[in-house]
């Protein structure tokens, strides 16, 4: 079947989803007998609905190469819900207008679960409504919280991203004749994977203390326990924290861990504020809280080579597998082994990877320890390899610049 | 004179002053007709005070190589205030005795300008007591405000690492269809050259629209209209601001800019916070504050190729020319041109750099637009050039391993 492509982001940005955008943008390029023009939606579902698309021209191939190493979603995200199109259409018409009048039978969208969701009803729209049209979703979340795929692209960039922070914060601290408490506050409201990936630090020698995870109930004694004790023997203590860790009642820390001040205030911060109030109040240590904030999802100046290459490998794939005819598919990594690390390209229903959010499992939490255990080692530590060299230009990273679109 | 080296590293770290570390040993051990052996102070002047040394050893010179991309202060730093030696001789008595014992006549301090108040202390007294020994500073502080030296080893990498997060955290805010004003809040209490420094992300396309330094005084409601005019403009909005920002008064904006929230509250945070808090009440647009922390000195990710060649030759230098009998003096960088980029290594009295703190001058400053001026490009772009590369071990900077020492 002959046909347009039509390529669109969502969610938060990662590291590589331009990566993934790259793998598509080639891998239809390449395949110019079966596809003519390659169309990117200017903010997600948003730029479909409403006709505003970016055209792609194969001669500004050299700009576009560099998304490789872009951070944000070059073309524009959106968080944007469609609704069930049994009860409201609109949207939905007007993305079949959209497909029509450009002539587009390969859509893919690039995300997260609520993504694949998205997806997963343009699909089953676009079959009851009988529009020849391939639908798969590319995964992409540095939660790496998607179900139906070992792990995810943007994961191993972030977890690389926040193992070496926590290598060079533990170098920085353990200069000083006394070392602080610091409490690196690292986003995951629901599932652990990226705090738990600052562990990785420690095979340099430098790195966490004590990793707290979402999936595991916090408790405040216990925590002051193993801070008292590893502070006396090192002089310093390094903590990775993820923001949404809960106490045994299921409530967030950063709520019910809020102190008052002797002026009967409310202190005012996240989890890491909270850890850090708690410490200084009660063991008199200087405490420190530490955000990553947009950098775990952005710093594309340390990616992971093989995150890379996988999410545009990732990208390629999802259309190579649309041009053989598959639709309603979400493009998954099998791993077949993890020393040395091998794995697969596959693929498994939109429906059953849409929605859900994968946690980590127990057997790679060490609850005792408050740390993590091999087997998390073992599935992480591939994922963080590989450097990408030689993209700055003048000390800065270079970014595409096509023409007649500026993000 | 033979004699033997001793070593020390003060004050805050930086992301190079293990590569300032490296030169001196390297120059040492190539001097071994001069000089013996290769002396660290643990913990700074300290460790100097208390016979803690640490003795290098010339067979381990793989192991010490990595510490040109080892963030903190390797051997451990220190924030100590020796006394006037005339009315308190006790440390500088036991000063005395360490270098006897040890038979050192080359004395290196590498740090600030507190730090070269100490060299230049110690270096006073040494002469009165007539005790042979070449003692030399070597510049060292990421804030770059040291007298007589152009720039100060250690700036160049914490530039380049803020210029590419701002790049990276306005990619990412480029992203959504309606983006955040988003306030990065940069070292510097006195002088704005690390925040000036996120301008150079301009330069690919993206980065900080508005940039405030603690050289002028800040003004509230300007400060609200630009944001205001930038956000209608580009739905987004990225400001770089100094910590140390002060109002005409002189008085620091993260005190006296807190508000009072709806129950007679004063909110907390820095001046990131302070900033935001007023986009929120004042304009009602969603903003946010980003701390870089510890990360802006202890990036040795991406490290500047310049800045680390530079921080070893200084190291280098202050061995070649104490081993000519020079003392008393800070090794400085003279620049001779611009584009392109030249420079030759100088020194100056430690008097003349002790204790100063150098901001920047105005003609650097763009006051009307809060930015930052074409000559602020030309002194800072040539300081973040060139990267390391090949220095990842599994994906984490590989740190030195020495026998009978771990810091």
Redesign the interface.
Known sequence: MKGNVIYG?SGG?SSVINSSALGVIKESFANSDSIGEVYMMH?GI?GCINDDLIKLDPSEEKELDKLSH?????F???RYKLQDFKTEKKDYLKILETLKKHDIHYFFYNGGNDSMDTCDKINRFLELYNYPCKVIGIPKTIDNDLECTDHTPGYGTSA?FI???M???D???????KGRV?ICEIMGRHAGWLTAASS??T????GPDLIYVPEVPFEMDDFLNKVKTIYEKKKRCLVAVSEGIVDSYGSFIFQVGKKVDSFG?????GVGQVLANNITDELGLTA?P??F???Q??????S?GQDQKEAEEIGRKAVSLALQGVSGKMICINRLSSKPYKYELTSADLTACANYEKKMPLNMIDVEKSFVTEDFFSYA?PL????V??R????????P?IKGY??
């Open positions: 982001q940005p903010h948003l872009t951070a944000g979603a070059f524009g995200n959106v690389k193992a070496n922070a290598e060079e914060i170098l920085d601290n353990a200069s000083y004749p610091i990785l630090a095979l340099s020698g430098y205030h409310i202190r005012l911060g420190l530490v955000e904030s947009f950098l999802r952005a710093c594309c100046r340390i992971s530590l963080i390899q590989g450097e060299e030689g700055f230009e003048t000390g800065l990273l270079d970014v610049h500026n993000c």
